[in-house]
């Protein structure tokens, strides 16, 4: 999200830049595609309408505007999030993708823990400036010594806890957010949902986390009491949204904690995690997560805007299709308002023929690293999350994609083997589809 605002910039609203928490551990996890009671997570098949597709494709496109060039794009994907202050800029533009595309989902984006308190980016926006009008001082998140938190630059941090100061209407936080989405955004008829921006599962992580003070007495609410409250104040964000507005999805960008209450999170900066710690956290919340499922597994550039690392994004949505998610694939957290269209986005597999399973070890259901397979109606996905090349040999011929990007991955040849290096992912098409 970056945060030069209107028709100058590009880059909107800025997402978290300084620290992505990449857990380094190998889940072992049980896994099968059946929804009941298991612990640790389970793989499965999702109730899919027959008008569904594979792959699913998401964009963060955090604009604050829409052109009608974006709108006409945008429609490509199926489930596009796009701030909120575009349903008041170029709301025209928003019922153009769905007049592209009926059947998209389109989220509107905020920042669940953080306001700006730059007068430049509040002048340029209409709803940001109405919740300026009804924010109280005392909503800021501050540490025992009353300092204020900053996570991204021309924002401070907000206290969403139940021990937060209220405002002139006698609400905290974590009750005016919702009320406000509710009533201001997802009414309008523009929006099928919200999505929540830095929801993390605690903050005692942060710099200085261990020395918030909710309630400002003056001392630090220690380190488990922190996290426990930050979560509660999350949970009634999401449990308010939810009542407000029963019919719209609610989804965020981390905070796997809170799965059972939300359609999905974003799993960002995938391509940094441990793979199996990734894919974990993945079908967790596939599992735990309501109806309609919006999962987003995210890869990006690191902002370096390479947007032709093929390998790189190969593996990622290789990765996604192994579960029913939707993948991203973008420049990264300092610029989400992109376009890139690959080759493998225009494939249809069709619906799943059944889980994901490990060629190296097939019998072996926890999710480690290995030689991954699902198979389609209308071709398979690979993918080697191994630290070496592997060759997989085939029981029938397929032919790859036929490609304009990456042609040595993608060069439409008939193979009956195919060699990955490690870390990447391919699409193999049937021959002949019954």
């Known amino acids: 999200m970056d945060l030069e605002l209107g028709k100058l910039s590009r880059k909107r609203y800025l997402k978290y830049l300084l620290f992505s928490i990449i857990g380094v551990a190998m889940a072992t996890s049980a896994f099968l595609y059946q929804k009941k009671e298991v612990n640790p997570p389970e793989l499965r098949t999702q109730s899919i309408n027959m008008e569904e597709k594979y792959p699913r494709l998401a964009n963060l496109f955090f604009k604050w505007d829409i052109t009608d060039i974006e709108a006409k794009e945008l429609a490509k994907w199926d489930l596009v999030a796009i701030d909120m202050e575009a349903g008041i800029k170029t709301p025209e533009n928003l019922k153009k993708i769905r007049e592209y595309n009926p059947n998209?989902?389109?989220?509107?984006?905020?920042?669940?823990?953080?306001?700006?308190?730059?007068?430049?980016?509040?002048?340029?926006?209409?709803?940001?400036?109405?919740?300026?009008?009804?924010?109280?001082?005392?909503?800021?998140?501050?540490?025992?010594?009353?300092?204020?938190?900053?996570?991204?630059?021309?924002?401070?941090?907000?206290?969403?806890?139940?021990?937060?100061?209220?405002?002139?209407?006698?609400?905290?936080?974590?009750?005016?957010?919702?009320?406000?989405?509710?009533?201001?955004?997802?009414?309008?008829?523009?929006?099928?949902?919200?999505?929540?921006?830095?929801?993390?599962?605690?903050?005692?992580?942060?710099?200085?986390?261990?020395?918030?003070?909710?309630?400002?007495?003056?001392?630090?609410?220690?380190?488990?009491?922190?996290?426990?409250?930050?979560?509660?104040?999350?949970?009634?964000?999401?449990?308010?949204?939810?009542?407000?507005?029963?019919?719209?999805?609610?989804?965020?960008?981390?905070?796997?904690?809170?799965?059972?209450?939300?359609?999905?999170?974003?799993?960002?900066?995938?391509?940094?995690?441990?793979?199996?710690?990734?894919?974990?956290?993945?079908?967790?919340?596939?599992?735990?997560?309501?109806?309609?499922?919006?999962?987003?597994?995210?890869?990006?550039?690191?902002?370096?805007?390479?947007?032709?690392?093929y390998k790189k994004m190969r593996y990622c949505f290789a990765s996604a299709l192994l579960g029913d998610g939707y993948f991203a694939f973008d420049y990264g957290d300092q610029a989400h308002n992109y376009l890139w269209w690959y080759d493998e986005y225009d494939v249809f597999l069709g619906r799943p023929n059944g889980s994901a399973y490990n060629i190296l070890d097939p019998k072996n259901q926890d999710l480690n690293r290995g030689v991954w397979r699902r198979d389609f109606e209308r071709g398979i996905v690979l993918v080697n999350s191994t630290d070496k090349k592997q060759t997989i040999f085939l029981e029938d011929e397929f032919h790859k994609i036929n490609g304009n990007q990456d042609k040595e991955a993608n060069s439409g040849e008939i193979v009956k083997k195919i060699s990955l290096e490690a870390n990447d992912g391919i699409i193999l098409l049937k021959i002949s589809v019954d």
Request: hydrophobic share 35%.
């Open 104 to 309: 998209i989902k389109i989220l509107a984006y905020i920042t669940a823990q953080e306001f700006t308190y730059r007068e430049d980016l509040l002048k340029e926006s209409v709803l940001r400036r109405k919740i300026y009008k009804d924010f109280s001082e005392d909503w800021w998140l501050k540490t025992k010594n009353g300092g204020r938190l900053i996570w991204w630059p021309g924002t401070w941090m907000i206290n969403v806890t139940n021990d937060a100061g209220v405002n002139k209407k006698g609400q905290r936080w974590n009750e005016y957010l919702p009320e406000f989405i509710a009533s201001n955004v997802l009414s309008t008829g523009y929006w099928d949902g919200v999505f929540y921006d830095n929801t993390w599962d605690g903050v005692v992580w942060l710099p200085s986390g261990k020395e918030l003070d909710f309630n400002e007495d003056g001392v630090a609410d220690g380190a488990e009491e922190i996290d426990k409250k930050w979560q509660e104040g999350m949970e009634k964000i999401f449990q308010k949204t939810r009542e407000l507005a029963p019919d719209k999805i609610v989804m965020s960008n981390g905070g796997k904690t809170y799965a059972n209450l939300l359609n999905g999170i974003t799993i960002e900066h995938f391509h940094r995690m441990d793979w199996s710690w990734g894919m974990n956290d993945y079908f967790t919340v596939l599992k735990e997560d309501q109806d309609p499922e919006t999962m987003i597994l995210a890869c990006n550039t690191d902002n370096t805007g390479i947007s032709d690392d």
